[in-house]
């Protein structure tokens, strides 16, 4: 048994190498189910979505502020000057509007 645990480690180690090499990777995904238990307890509250348009901006919607939060960002000030900034701001330079550009 213990040579077949071994053997099941070794051939994946290649998809397990990630989270060895990138100390910020988790093993599972606790941290984003945390984040949308809001959404599936809300879900019968959300009927404004209405339409597949709808639905992928309120996606868009929610990663952006979700982003925010794991990023130690407010995400209502972030968006604010966000959307404030960017009619102005070069498009070459957008990336720099980023959450985690924010942050540092």
Same mark, same amino acid.
């Given at each position: ?26 093993? !599972? ?44 960002? !407010? ?20 990336? !720099? ?8």
């Amino acid at each position: 048994p213990l040579a077949g645990a071994i053997r099941y480690a070794l051939t994946r180690m290649v998809r397990l190498r990630p989270y060895l090499d990138h100390g910020i990777l988790e093993l !599972d995904n606790n941290t984003a189910e945390r984040a949308m238990r809001s959404v599936a307890i809300g879900r019968k509250n959300y009927l404004f979505v209405g339409s597949q348009t709808g639905g992928k901006a309120a996606a868009i919607a929610y990663t952006l502020i979700e982003t925010a939060k794991l990023n130690g960002v !407010d995400p209502q000030a972030w968006l604010a000057d966000t959307l404030a900034r960017i009619p102005d701001y070069k498009i070459n330079r957008v990336d !720099d509007l980023l959450p985690w550009k924010t942050a540092s």
